[in-house]
């Protein structure tokens, strides 16, 4: 059962639909940051700046876009899954707050914060 209210259910999936419209313009334009460019045509300093803006772009991209697809896997989720807004390690309800700033977030701010330590050998 879900502890939220209809009003925060409703106010959490506009929030994802926003986040989603959003992160759409945000990858158009990255792919158009992405695309080749004649590299030929510029002298060396010029040629390894754009290689390390690709990278950049290319990675953000990446981020983006797995962003989106969970933003996408929530917004399916709430009002229709049971367990939405419940950590997926411990099982407490994850905090409005935390759901509004993070959609996607399948755990709750302490386990979050132990899979991150066992990830950088803590």
Do not use: W
Request: glycine share 6%.
């Amino acid at each position: 059962m879900s502890l939220m209210s209809d009003n925060d259910t409703e106010r959490l999936r506009e929030k994802i639909i926003q986040e989603i419209q959003r992160l759409k313009l945000d990858i158009q334009r990255l792919v158009e940051l992405t695309s080749p460019e004649a590299l030929e045509d510029l002298d060396e300093v010029s040629r390894m700046d754009a290689i390390v803006s690709k990278s950049v772009h290319d990675a953000s991209l990446a981020l983006a876009r797995q962003r989106l697809g969970k933003l996408g896997y929530a917004l399916k989720r709430i009002g229709a899954d049971p367990e939405f807004g419940h950590c997926a390690e411990c099982g407490e309800t994850i905090p409005l707050v935390r759901l509004m700033s993070m959609p996607e977030a399948l755990y709750c701010v302490e386990c979050a914060a132990g899979a991150a330590g066992e990830r950088n050998g803590r």
